[in-house]
């Protein structure tokens, strides 16, 4: 007869019941559970020779369908055996850590039973976690077809720890180490990424497709902490969808934008991403983007055709007339992008694996109509997407999953040590080649934000004004001090009152001798205000001495346009001109931006003219307030100009007009 008994991780094993391991791993046929050996048709537990679990963990398995559960113990985040999974999820990170089980599939066959199990294990009362491949889809409709998968290390279709309820953390574990990446190189070079553009376009015109999304991968060497990298990742683009997973051979680093599915209860929401932009350097350019994106013809056509898809989809599991487009056309704004999405919802009744039946893969990764543009990408790309473009979640009690559009996703093979990062666009009749190209270079700017040589980590730093407060008469432009403040809070979304910055304000000058004092308002990411003063000191005796800084700025560095905490671009320009009072600074093209502490105003012409911001420069409180009454104007100025006008001066809202000379 069948043995039933206890097994190791707290699973019981039937002699012939399909349902009693549905909540862990699933069952075809009847087996025989011995110590030491497996039985050909069924489920066993070998047990290992006794040592530290995380050198060789116990293993559960059926020998027909490499479905298999791993049982871990404890160990450090990072320990390989011990697998870990991370979400952000509502402005907090869940934190799975030792799995009860850890379920597989291999092949398409196995897909939608390791799948309800998993979800089986969420009407226990636990937790499942994990991700379902973009090769998985032929598993839910034979008809989508995809490139095969190496077989070298090859990828579960489907993957997901059981668990028990998640710690929620405000913040992220930090990690232990460190890790290095080479530089990626795209594994489609640009003329083949072109190429296959113009032959998609020849499937438009036939009429054999609508869309096709068609991507490519970039690889890396890579050594190190994964976790590391992953948060470097999402620094740079964090969001509701972030997510982590490691095994032990693999870690999946997620910085995905875009949600394919949420459920929570009978309310199921998609949120397709469609339409991409570059972020702009100021609050003022982001919104010129943001309206640029919202009214582009493309672009809308683009987002529309993937709504209906979705709407489709969705279709087959909802309650009859539930299906609703809740919001049309949306921006959102990620650390180095812009992106449009749309929200559709409806209510159901069906479980997470009949909601992957009817909508996976997300339109958005594949095109219109589904089939057939599944046919076209397996032809034209050159390998297979894995994790890519598939989706990560996680399932909880209580009818609640999220799991995202795996976007922004990188896979670091943790025996190979490489790293595998996806990238593409959707491609429509319309589209431009060699536009579609550089969209796939913006998408990738996080990812080499993250990962380049010497990056260092993100800069933490505070928004900053300096403002002058006077006996008698307060503080100086503050209205326009809280403005910029405003503006630089929503670019960075940092939460910022201008109410709360007046109270704190007043509060502080309700404390201060009748002095002149240079007052500093900072407010943190968390959004905290503080306040800190000093006694304004006599000026300076004759002019500034300015000498030209030894090297030049980049204009594209997003911290010369706000005024932070994070100075080193200022202090390693003060450091190389030891002696002078100040250093004149300049972009790339030899165009003069501001000084340290200031901006620049020259006497040309017998006009006063100082650098447009787009040269690279903060735009001071003065400066705009002495623009607004005509007393200046803008202009590009050179090193040249510098040394042939009449008169220089240093500006700022404390000092006002500060006469300088060039002097180095």
Same mark, same amino acid.
């Given at each position: 007869m069948p043995r039933s008994g206890p097994i190791p991780c707290g699973l019981r094993m039937g002699s012939s019941s399909r349902s009693s391991l549905r909540s862990f791993v699933f069952a075809r046929s009847t087996g025989i559970v011995s110590q030491g050996h497996v039985?050909?048709? @069924?489920? /066993?537990?070998?047990?290992?020779?006794?040592?530290?679990?995380?050198?060789?963990?116990?293993?559960?398995?059926?020998?027909?369908?490499? /479905?298999?559960?791993?049982i871990l113990g404890c160990g450090a985040?990072?320990?390989?055996?011990?697998?870990i999974a991370l979400f952000r999820f509502r402005d907090r990170w869940l934190i799975f850590r030792r799995p009860m089980a850890v379920l597989t599939a291999s092949s398409c066959a196995d897909v939608p039973d390791v799948l309800e199990a998993a979800a089986s294990a969420t009407r226990s009362g636990r937790w499942a976690a994990g991700w379902v491949a973009y090769e998985a889809a032929p598993a839910f409709d034979p008809a989508l077809m995809v490139r095969s998968v190496d077989g070298r290390r090859r990828l579960p279709l489907v993957w997901f720890g059981i668990y028990n309820r998640p710690v929620e953390a405000s913040v992220p574990p930090q990690p232990s180490g460190r890790f290095q990446a080479g530089p990626w190189r795209p594994a489609t070079s640009r003329a083949r990424y072109i190429r296959a553009v113009c032959a998609i376009r020849e499937l438009l015109a036939a009429g054999d497709t609508y869309q096709v999304n068609y991507t490519t991968r970039l690889r890396t060497g890579f050594r190190g902490d994964p976790y590391a990298f992953f948060l470097r990742l999402v620094a740079g683009q964090m969001s509701d969808q972030c997510a982590f997973i490691l095994t032990d051979t693999r870690a999946v680093c997620s910085a995905s934008p875009e949600l394919f599915i949420e459920l929570e209860g009978a309310r199921l929401m998609s949120r397709p991403m469609k339409g991409t932009a570059p972020r702009g350097l100021t609050w003022q350019q982001d919104v010129e983007h943001a309206a640029s994106l919202r009214l582009s013809e493309k672009n809308r056509a683009e987002n529309v055709m993937i709504v209906d898809m979705i709407r489709n989809d969705m279709g087959r599991v909802a309650e009859p007339g539930t299906v609703k487009v809740a919001r049309l056309f949306d921006i959102e704004r990620y650390r180095t992008v812009l992106?449009?999405?749309?929200? !559709?919802?409806?209510?159901?009744?069906?479980?997470?694996?009949?909601? %992957?039946? /009817?909508? %996976?893969?997300?339109?958005?990764?594949?095109?219109?109509?589904? &089939?057939?543009?599944?046919?076209?990408?397996?032809?034209?790309?050159?390998?297979?997407?894995?994790?890519?473009?598939?989706?990560?979640?996680?399932?909880?009690? @209580?009818?609640?999953?999220?799991?995202? &559009?795996?976007?922004?996703?990188?896979?670091?093979?943790?025996v190979g040590g490489r790293a595998e990062y996806g990238v593409g666009g959707g491609i429509v009749w319309d589209s431009d080649?060699?536009?579609?190209?550089?969209?796939?270079?913006?998408?990738?700017?996080?990812?080499?934000a993250s990962t380049a040589p010497g990056t260092p980590e993100p800069p933490r730093f505070e928004l900053l004004e300096t403002i002058l407060w006077r006996p008698g008469r307060g503080y100086y432009l503050l209205e326009s001090h809280l403005r910029r403040m405003r503006d630089s809070a929503l670019y960075f979304q940092m939460t910022f009152s201008a109410e709360k910055a007046r109270l704190s304000l007043k509060r502080a000058a309700s404390r201060w001798r009748r002095?002149?004092?240079?007052?500093?308002?900072?407010?943190?990411?968390?959004?905290?205000?503080r306040v800190e003063s000093a006694v304004l000191s006599q000026p300076q005796h004759g002019p500034w001495r300015l000498a030209p800084a030894a090297e030049p700025v980049n204009a594209a560095d997003v911290f010369l346009y706000h005024k932070t905490t994070n100075r080193g671009v200022y202090e390693r320009a003060a450091r190389g001109r030891p002696g002078f009072d100040d250093v004149v600074l300049y972009n790339e093209r030899g165009e003069i931006t501001e000084t340290t502490i200031g901006n620049i105003v020259a006497?040309?012409? #017998?006009?006063?003219?100082?650098?447009? !911001?787009?040269?690279?420069?903060? /735009? #001071? !409180?003065?400066?705009g307030h002495l623009i607004r009454k005509g007393i200046i104007g803008e202009e590009a100025l050179t090193l040249e100009d510098l040394k042939r006008a009449r008169k220089l001066w240093v500006i700022n809202s404390v000092r006002k007009w500060m006469p300088a000379e060039l002097a180095g």
């Open positions: 039985s050909p048709t @069924g489920y /066993a537990i070998r047990p290992f020779p006794k040592r530290r679990i995380r050198d060789k963990p116990d293993v559960l398995w059926h020998t027909g369908c490499h /479905a298999q559960a791993q985040l990072m320990d390989r055996h011990v697998h992106q449009m999405t749309s929200t !559709v919802e409806c209510r159901t009744r069906a479980p997470v694996p009949e909601i %992957f039946k /009817a909508m %996976f893969p997300c339109a958005s990764v594949t095109g219109a109509p589904k &089939v057939k543009t599944m046919q076209i990408i397996s032809e034209l790309e050159t390998s297979a997407r894995g994790i890519y473009t598939g989706s990560v979640g996680f399932m909880a009690p @209580g009818r609640m999953a999220r799991f995202n &559009v795996a976007i922004r996703t990188a896979v670091v093979d943790l080649a060699e536009e579609e190209y550089r969209e796939c270079l913006i998408k990738a700017r996080v990812l080499h002095r002149a004092r240079r007052v500093r308002l900072l407010l943190d990411a968390a959004g905290r205000l006497e040309l012409n #017998g006009r006063l003219l100082t650098p447009p !911001v787009r040269c690279g420069l903060l /735009a #001071g !409180v003065y400066r």
